[in-house]
């Protein structure tokens, strides 16, 4: 399973370094899934949820990946034709329940740590900025703007993007959490994390754009809608002569 994670991210032409930045997963935990070496990362808990992480990435069935590494750990000896064992006296057993208490107790801090920590990266990305690239590139970020809802039975009603127009010009407007890259005329013009319902525009003579969910981003190029590169969780790359 390990040699299938690597070659994956090969095939994409990824360092462990881009796919750490992209997923939010240190690169010596991405290094240690593909050498299958499970003491690295620690508890089978998050040797699981990094597992799933990666795999998403990469196009592989997370649930695939977490079997692969369950059939690696030891098993459970059976009970079945064993004596039964004599009953424990109640003060053990009180300690045990107390040493259990704490233990769930540490493991779950534990958790919310990790989850908070990962929140708080997240937000920083998002608030990530660019100033505009040397060849004259722009990136405007406005929201999308909803159609008001008539009086009657409720219908869905899809919003319309607010986009720019012209010449020359490239809109990105995200319905999906999205990292992306935009290259303009050569130069690196925008970086990212993104939320659902941003857009940003760009102007210049060409643009190669990398997305890290093309599923989640609507292109718009001198205000023609191309619909999206690719699904949901798909890590695409792309250049358009505006």
Do not use: C
Request: a positive charge; proline letters at 8%; aromatic letters at 8%.
């Amino acid at each position: 399973m390990g040699e299938r994670f690597r070659a994956a991210r090969e095939a994409r032409g990824l360092s462990l370094s881009d796919v750490a930045e992209q997923i939010r997963i240190r690169s010596v935990y991405l290094a240690a899934i593909e050498d299958s070496n499970w003491n690295a990362i620690g508890a089978s808990v998050y040797v699981r949820g990094f597992l799933r992480t990666y795999a998403r990435f990469l196009g592989i069935d997370p649930e695939e990946a977490v079997a692969a590494f369950n059939e690696t750990q030891p098993a459970v000896p059976s009970a079945v034709g064993l004596p039964a064992p004599e009953p424990p006296s109640p003060e053990p057993a009180r300690r045990r329940g107390t040493t259990l208490v704490w233990v769930a107790a540490a493991v779950a801090v534990l958790l919310i740590a990790f989850v908070v920590y990962n929140e708080v990266t997240m937000r920083r990305g998002e608030t990530t900025t660019a100033g505009p690239a040397p060849g004259g590139a722009v990136a405007t970020a406005t929201p999308t703007q909803g159609i008001p809802v008539p009086p009657g039975p409720a219908k869905l009603v899809k919003p319309s993007p607010a986009v720019a127009s012209g010449a020359n010009t490239l809109a990105l407007v995200f319905s999906a959490p999205s990292w992306l890259r935009v290259t303009v005329d050569g130069s690196v013009s925008m970086e990212g994390t993104f939320p659902a319902g941003t857009t940003k525009t760009f102007r210049g003579r060409s643009a190669l754009v990398r997305l890290g969910n093309a599923g989640g981003v609507e292109v718009f190029v001198d205000g023609r809608d191309l619909g999206k590169l690719g699904k949901s969780g798909d890590v695409v790359e792309h250049t358009f002569t505006l």
